[in-house]
């Protein structure tokens, strides 16, 4: 019977000592490969840390351009026109981070002569950055000037594709340059080039009026340049007068001597 008993604790002895024999194996296996994993971790970082350090040190940027800022630039928003006006050409939106600098120049061929215009880019950059965008796409090439006014105030409006006086491109955006005055009879004088609006902030377009004499007008429309050349043929168009439909004449309605645009150009901005 002891000599049973014995070999029964003989056994389980061996078993416990195997078992503990086990376990070491299997926790000196676990402490290798943490040891393993700590150090393949510990040369990623050291690998990573080296990668971000040649970047900054080296001047790499990942960054793509569009996101960096242009020196002296001006970010835009150019808002859908979601009214679902059929008068409207898409041709697309301009870029949104534009120049905001220097002036242009804006040279308009029509049937009745050449319109030149001082733009001021730096005070307009969002405008200016519109009409050199649709410029660039023709947008303008073979359009009528829809509306003369001759009384109360005295401007030829032009700047709509589908000659209703209702279009425009199919985006708007907020208004800049607004004139700084108290008296409405001197915020836009004879000259101004300003851009048409629905009455309502952020609803500037493609339209735009040459201001050809008196014109008391709410501060509300964005001056976009000056004319420096052809402003008497603005004011020849205005003294032939406007009429309605039928050719009677009014003092707000289209142009008695009809004026078309056949061409616009831009000049990139100059300091």
Known sequence: MSSTIQRQRAAARARLERQ????????????????????????????????????VVGGKDETPATAAPLPDGQVCTWTPDAAGNPNLKDVGTPPTEVSAKGKQTMTITTSAGVVEIAVNTAKAPCTAASFTYLAGKNFFDNTKCHRLTTEGIKVLQCGD????????????????????????????????????NTGQPGSSGSQFFLVYGPSPLE??????????????????????????????AIGDGAPKTPITITSVKMTPAES
Do not use: C, H
């Open 20 to 55: 503990m024999g086990e376990r070491l194996e299997e926790a000196r296996k676990r402490k290798q490969r943490n040891a393993v994993i700590g150090a393949a971790v510990a040369l990623l970082l050291v690998i990573g840390g080296t990668i971000w350090l040649m970047n």
């Open 161 to 196: 594709p589908s000659g209703t006086g209702m279009g425009g491109p199919s985006y708007k955006f907020a208004e800049e340059n607004l004139p700084n005055v108290t008296d409405q009879a001197t915020a836009y004088p004879a000259g101004t080039v300003a851009i048409a």
């Open 219 to 248: 501060s509300k429309y964005t001056v976009l340049g000056t004319i420096t050349k052809g402003l008497d043929i603005v004011e020849k168009i205005g003294a032939a007068g406007a009429v309605d439909k039928g050719g009677k």
